[in-house]
Every structure is written in structure tokens, then in C-alpha cells.
């Protein structure tokens, strides 16, 4: 009876030890579950033994479209191209990420050591090209690199954001690419050249940065702004949001040192949001975002409209409404009819609004030959109608798709009024058509720069926001 006891103990014990055990690896199995690790990052496969240098040159202007041509022109592998392009571009990971640890994963891509020697082919290049646009006195300041540099890389044709990152490589070789895409490249080219960069975490956006010194001593990160082609201030979107968080890039230690005088409001904080802050963060801009919208969709629909309609389907209706107002620029009569503007035609009354005004109402009837042939009508009495260009564009993007001969004519209208901000608002428009989510929020805000009260940019802005959440 009594060994009979003693077995019960032992066996007791052993189960004791035994639970505990089990219990701590479930324990152990479940924190490193929840534990953030890269399962793949994207790295290029592709062995330095084996070359092919082919020519590679990309002309653009200095200062940005209205300077003077230039062309950067260096030698690049094809095989390293060829490699990044079969190369896996996406990042794999286990565990419970922040968007932010996500980013530090994707930065894998900018930094692959296989693109050294490219980004250097290039950098010096664009040293070469700075020298000549100094002895023509087209630059000005102290550090003239960074803003030779970040013209090039904005000179490059606009991709939709959904065709996924690529590899620098692959943007610099196939000469286009996405705002991300240009990021990328912007920064892996100036880590390369010694500068201290950082990506600047917003939860939907990444900004790049060079660290820099305000007119009062601050040292900081300073916004680099690709499609205002600006460094140092804080774009429109941003001027009052700090980030989540401010993620070093590589191991430049290079300032910036800006042209004009940096206010300490556009300085970037160096300090680095731990995960669970960022976390934390995250979670309470977006329960704000949710009442916001919330809020928002209770006092402009019911609730069976929301139910309905998809923000998707709110936005174009932004974009066949508010764009199409758009075109009716001054000295438009709603009375006039295509009869009486071809009347005053016949009668000798040749001026450019006439025939502007004469394809809008073309449009409104879906003659998109005669308006075609209207606004070039207009455009040849007067070849910087910015009404007739910015309608062209409005013609070939919101109504025939021809998306890049759109974007010819609205950049041709922007470079005569870079200040209007209709035509900003339609350069949104024609993105959002485009699928650039990022580059339509730019343009939003740029029209609302030079127009507060612009209240459909507002709006569009608004609906843009809650679409990409």
C-alpha cells in the first residue's frame, strides 16, 4: 500500500513538472509568434562576376522643366537590371509588425550593396552636370548637389502606384517609376553620396529626409518634397502632424546645408518612436480617422446611401462633376448656346474664350472632335491660353484615357500659371484617373495652397483620404 502511495506521488510530480513545463513553451511559442521578424526581404540575385555595360542616359532640365537641357549619361550593367527585375521584390514577415518595422524591411531594397556601383556611376555624373550648372550660375547656395540631384530623380515619368516598388536599379533602367519608387531611389542615391537620410513614417505616406540645421540652430530632418521639387519645408498635408515615426536610413552622416533659411516649425524631431508607441499611435489616429469619417457621412448622407454608394463611387462622381465645372472658365455665359458662339464666329468675333467656351458646350454633347478642334482653335489665337490647354487635358484624360497626351497639355498649362489652382485641381483629377494616389493628394493641396477657399479640392481631398484608408 504504501509503495502504491509513493508511485502517486512521483507520478504527481512528473505531471506537475510536466504541465509547467508544456505551459511555458506555449508561452514561449506564443510571445515569438506575436514577435516581428522578416521571414524574406528583398535582396537582388545576381552574381558581380558577370557584366554587360550598356549606355544609359536620361535628359531632363535644370532648374526642374524650365532650365536648360541636360543629360546624365553612364555606363550601367544590364545584368544587374536583368537580376533585380527576376529578383523577389516583396517583403515576407512573421509575427505582429508596426507599419513602421514594415518600412525598415522595405528599406532592404534601396540599400541591396548589389547597387553601389550604379548609384555611384550616377552620383558622379550628377557632380559633373553640377559643376557645368554652377559656371552657368544657374545654382545657388552652399550644397548644390542635393537639389541637381532631386531634379533628376523628379524628372523621371509618373508609374500608378499599384504596379508595385521596384528595385532602384529598375527604376533608374526603365527611366519611370511610382512617387515610392522615386523615394527609394532619392534616398539610395544620397546614402550613397554620404548624407544623413531618413524615411519619415506618416502611417499612409513615407516622405524622405536629409538631416539639416533651422535658421535658430535646430538640427533635424528636413522634408525632401519630389513633386514640388522643394527641401526643407513641410508640404501642406504635414505642416501641423508630427510622425509616427523617423527611420534612419543606411549610415550617411553628410548634412545638408539649405540654400534659405529652414523656421524650426519644418525641423524634424531625430528622435525614434519606439514599436509599442508606434503602435499606439496607429491605433489612436485611426480610431480618430473612423469618428471622423463617421461624423462626417452622418451629416452629408443617410445611412442607407452609405450603405449604397462605395467612396470609390463618391469620388467619381468628384471627378465627372467638379472637373468638368471646372472647365467653364471666364467669361462664360450659361445663356450662350453653340448656335450664337458660332454666330459671333461668322460675325468675325474670333477671341480665344469663344472657342474655348465653344468646345466646353461640345463636350456637354459628346463631340469630342469639334471640341478637339475648338480649343486648338483657341490655342492658335492665343498659344498660352491656359483655359484651352488645362480643357485639352480635361478632354483627353476624363473622357478618352489618352492619359499621357493629357499630362502634356496640363503641365504645358501649370508652367504658364504654376499658381492657378484649377488647374492644380485638375492635375489631381487626372492622377486619381491614373491611379496615383499620393501625386493626387499633392496635387489637391497645391491648389489649395493658392486657394483656401477652393472647397471641391477640399472635398476631393477629403474623399481621397478616406478611400486609401
Known amino acids: 500500500m504504501y509503495y502504491v502511495k509513493q508511485l502517486s506521488s512521483y507520478h504527481s510530480l512528473f505531471l506537475l513538472v510536466g504541465l509547467t513545463f508544456f505551459v511555458m513553451l506555449l508561452l514561449t511559442g506564443s510571445a515569438s509568434a506575436d514577435s516581428c521578424s522578416p521571414v524574406q526581404t528583398p535582396s537582388i540575385l545576381f552574381s558581380n562576376e558577370r557584366s554587360d555595360y550598356v549606355t544609359f542616359s536620361h535628359p531632363f532640365r535644370y532648374p526642374f522643366k524650365t532650365g536648360i537641357m541636360a543629360e546624365m549619361k553612364t555606363s550601367l550593367n544590364r545584368l544587374l537590371y536583368e537580376g533585380a527585375k527576376n529578383s523577389p521584390h516583396q517583403v515576407i514577415y512573421s509575427g505582429k509588425c508596426t507599419g513602421a518595422q514594415r518600412i525598415e524591411f522595405e528599406m532592404e531594397r534601396a540599400l541591396d550593396e548589389q547597387q553601389n556601383q550604379a548609384y555611384s556611376a550616377i552620383n558622379n555624373e550628377l557632380t559633373r552636370l553640377q559643376g557645368n550648372f554652377d559656371q552657368a550660375g544657374l545654382t545657388s547656395g552652399v550644397d548644390t548637389f542635393l537639389p541637381v540631384l532631386l531634379t533628376f530623380v523628379s524628372s523621371f515619368p509618373d508609374e500608378p502606384d499599384s504596379i508595385g516598388d521596384k528595385f532602384p536599379i529598375e527604376t533608374i533602367y526603365e527611366r519611370k517609376g511610382s512617387l515610392n519608387d522615386k523615394t527609394w531611389l532619392l534616398l539610395g542615391l544620397l546614402e550613397n553620396k554620404g548624407y544623413n537620410v531618413a524615411v519619415v513614417y506618416y502611417g499612409l505616406s513615407i516622405i524622405p529626409a536629409v538631416y539639416g540645421t533651422s535658421c535658430d540652430g535646430k538640427e533635424g530632418y528636413l522634408f525632401i518634397d519630389i513633386m514640388g521639387h522643394t527641401i526643407g519645408k513641410r508640404t501642406t498635408r504635414y505642416a501641423s502632424v508630427d510622425p509616427i515615426a523617423i527611420l534612419p536610413f543606411g549610415n550617411g552622416k553628410k548634412q545638408y546645408q539649405p540654400e534659405t533659411c529652414i523656421p524650426d516649425r519644418d525641423i524634424l ?10 503602435a499606439e499611435r496607429i491605433e489612436e489616429r485611426t480610431e480618430e480617422r473612423i469618428e471622423e469619417q463617421i461624423q462626417e457621412r452622418t451629416e452629408e448622407r443617410t445611412e442607407e446611401q452609405i450603405q449604397e454608394q462605395t467612396e470609390e463611387q463618391i469620388f467619381t462622381e468628384v471627378v465627372n462633376d467638379d472637373l468638368h465645372r471646372h472647365t467653364q472658365y471666364t467669361n462664360r455665359d450659361e445663356q450662350i448656346t453653340i448656335s450664337t458662339l458660332i454666330q459671333r464666329i461668322q460675325e468675325g468675333d474670333e477671341e480665344q474664350w469663344v472657342w474655348n467656351n465653344l468646345g466646353v458646350l461640345f463636350i ?17 489665337i492665343d498659344p498660352e491660353s491656359v483655359e484651352a490647354l488645362s480643357n485639352l487635358a480635361y478632354l483627353f484624360g476624363s473622357k478618352q484615357r489618352k492619359f499621357e497626351l493629357a499630362e502634356e497639355y496640363i503641365d504645358r498649362a501649370l508652367s504658364l ?27 489637391f493641396e497645391q491648389a489649395l495652397i493658392y486657394d483656401e477657399t477652393l472647397a471641391d479640392a477640399r472635398k476631393a481631398l477629403d474623399i481621397l483620404s478616406r478611400v486609401s484608408q
Open 269 to 278: 524631431s531625430t528622435l525614434r518612436a519606439s514599436p509599442s508607441i508606434i
Open 364 to 380: 456637354e454633347q459628346n463631340r469630342f472632335t469639334e471640341a478637339e478642334n475648338a480649343f486648338n482653335r483657341a490655342l492658335e
Open 417 to 443: 500659371a504654376p499658381e492657378d489652382s484649377l488647374v492644380w485641381y485638375q492635375k489631381g483629377m487626372l492622377h486619381y484617373l491614373r491611379g496615383n494616389g499620393k501625386e493626387a493628394a499633392y496635387s
